[in-house]
């Protein structure tokens, strides 16, 4: 009933600042996902990475980024270049195919309730996204669940990760966000860590809170766009102001479940 009221009377225009976030692009969508692209270009967006996006600055700027580690980031990228648009790649290390066991990869789609096609990236393939201009951030190293993981085990899933992955792209890695994303999920010790350790960002998957008058890089609060919609439908999503939900709640104000209405193949 909550979520409802603000879905209906807490828009507003579409903000100066947009920041969105995917996840995996299957064929069948990778059209939307151009359109959207393409149309917020259009809308005279030009994009930024995490620590530009929170600097701040004239123009309308969008931060896009992607979560987990899905191959089809690497055939998306000639769509990427084709707009003129730079995005960062927020990658869990532990599942790359060339590196993991089947089962490791298994498991980590079970992890992160993935039941489509889309394998994971190759380490090649990921250095070639870095090369091509795209930021490269960390999602930890196999997508645990961080609020409910032992302090004794960030250093593996945290620090070994950005560590890993700045020697695969021979690049600092400077950007984190957090698995599933909501308040929940990440403690104030968490934060505190991330910091101690060097990261400079961190992304959440909060969403409402597009209109925040100032941004915090160690918070950064992003909308998903969900491809399984309609352009304008999540045009509107981008429109919700709601930090009284998200404040109370903890939670998406647009729901959560990027499989929702989505075709699935088993």
Same mark, same amino acid.
């Given at each position: 009933?909550?979520?409802? %009221?603000?879905?209906? %009377?807490?828009?507003?225009? &579409? !903000? $100066? $600042?947009?920041?969105?976030? %995917? ?7 990778? !059209? ?17 990475? *995490? ?6 600055? +004239?123009?309308? #700027? ?15 990228? !000639?769509?990427?270049?084709?707009? /003129? ?10 599942? %790359? ?5 089947? =089962? ?22 990921? #250095? ?8 490269? /951030? ?8 961080? =609020? +409910? ?29 957090? !698995? ?23 992304? @959440? ?7 925040? *008058?100032?941004?915090?890089? &160690? =918070? &950064? ?8 919609? *309609? ?11 709601? *930090? ?7 939670? @998406? ?14």
């Amino acid at each position: 009933m909550i979520r409802k %009221f603000h879905l209906e %009377f807490f828009q507003k225009h &579409l !903000p $100066d $600042d947009l920041a969105i976030y %995917f996840h995996e692009l299957e064929d069948w969508n990778m !059209p939307r996902f151009e359109e959207a692209i393409a149309h917020l270009v259009r809308e005279g967006y030009r994009t930024a990475s *995490p620590r530009a996006f929170a600097a701040g600055g +004239r123009g309308k #700027r969008l931060f896009i980024s992607f979560d987990d580690n899905y191959q089809s980031w690497h055939r998306a990228l !000639p769509v990427l270049e084709r707009h /003129g648009v730079t995005c960062t790649f927020y990658v869990n290390s532990g599942v %790359f195919r060339d590196m993991a066991s089947p =089962s490791a990869i298994h498991d980590y789609r079970d992890r992160i309730a993935y039941r489509g096609s889309d394998r994971t990236l190759s380490r090649a393939e990921l #250095r070639e996204i870095s090369a091509a201009g795209h930021t490269i /951030g960390c999602h930890t190293h196999t997508h645990p669940m961080l =609020s +409910r993981l032992d302090r004794r085990h960030w250093d593996a899933e945290i620090l070994h990760s950005k560590t890993y992955l700045e020697g695969l792209i021979g690049k600092q890695v400077r950007d984190f966000s957090f !698995p599933y994303g909501m308040r929940r999920h990440f403690s104030p010790a968490l934060r505190d860590y991330c910091e101690a350790v060097g990261f400079k960002t961190i992304a @959440s998957g909060i969403s409402g809170l597009q209109h925040a *008058p100032s941004r915090d890089p &160690l =918070s &950064l609060h992003r909308t998903e766009w969900k491809l399984a919609l *309609p352009l304008e439908e999540n045009l509107a999503h981008m429109r919700i102001h709601a *930090p009284f939900y998200g404040n109370m709640m903890g939670r @998406s104000v647009i729901g959560s479940g990027q499989w929702l209405a989505v075709p699935m193949v088993w």
